[in-house]
């Protein structure tokens, strides 16, 4: 089944440490994104990617980290210098191009700072 | 900068009654998402909205979009229990995404 995943579930993480959150997708998509979403709000864009070896900083992308080195993996790393990390993650893809850019979500990624 | 506003934020209703949320927002754009989120969960499409006057429906909900009111509505016909979650709306110009703050929605018996 054509789909996205993201790993794991949930992550504690001390502070001052990096960690990574890994997103694969297997849909063929050319654009991968990362959001954050603070409980009971929105989400906010991290970083996006519409191509294998590019990306672009999203509205908070202070703290985090990116790389794009397969088309099917956008993998997200917290560095220490994201002060408060606690949020639950959303990794997305999407077609990309000029038609539409319905974007499909993975199942997220809880991380806890302790 | 595209802004997107929903309204409202929060909405309790009672099994069997109709309602709208909207969706409103800044600058052109001729393609618009709907999205549900359960409690704890990722999101999950509803409707995609191309072009002035779409409109969509499934089940109990129906979306339309009015590309020159640079308006999205998303209507409840007949709530049930099972449409509690939250909803989002996503407008996309030029591959500048930005998605609305959510309507939670309860609907209770």
């Known amino acids: 089944d054509g789909g996205i995943t993201q790993s794991p579930k949930y992550l504690f993480r001390k502070e001052g440490q990096n960690v990574t959150l890994s997103c694969e997708q297997n849909?063929?998509?050319?654009?991968m994104y990362w959001y954050r979403q603070d409980p009971g709000q929105g989400l906010r864009l991290i970083y996006y990617?519409?191509?294998?070896?590019?990306?672009q900083k999203g509205d908070i992308a202070e703290g985090y980290s990116v790389s794009r080195e397969k088309k099917e993996s956008f993998p997200l790393t917290v560095t220490s210098a994201q002060k408060n990390p606690t949020a639950f993650y959303l990794c997305?893809?999407?077609?990309?191009?000029?038609?539409?850019?319905?974007?499909?979500f993975g199942p997220g990624t809880r991380l806890t700072v302790l | 900068e595209l802004k997107v506003e929903q309204n409202p934020l929060f909405l309790s209703m009672q099994e069997g009654k109709n309602y709208t949320i909207y969706c409103n927002y800044s600058t052109t754009s001729d393609r618009l998402y709907w999205y549900r989120q359960d409690p704890g969960k990722s999101l999950e499409s509803l409707f995609v909205l191309l072009s002035n006057g779409a409109v969509k429906q499934e089940g109990r909900l129906m979306a339309s979009l009015d590309t020159k009111a640079r308006l999205s509505t998303l209507h409840i016909t007949a709530a049930v229990h099972d449409l509690s979650a939250t909803y989002f709306c996503?407008?996309?110009?030029?591959?500048?995404?930005?998605f609305g703050a959510g309507t939670r929605l309860t609907v209770k018996p």
């Open positions: 996503a407008v996309d110009n030029n591959n500048d995404m930005r």
């Open positions: 849909l063929n998509h050319d654009a």
């Open positions: 997305a893809s999407s077609r990309s191009g000029r038609v539409y850019n319905e974007q499909f």
């Open positions: 990617s519409q191509i294998v070896n590019d990306f």
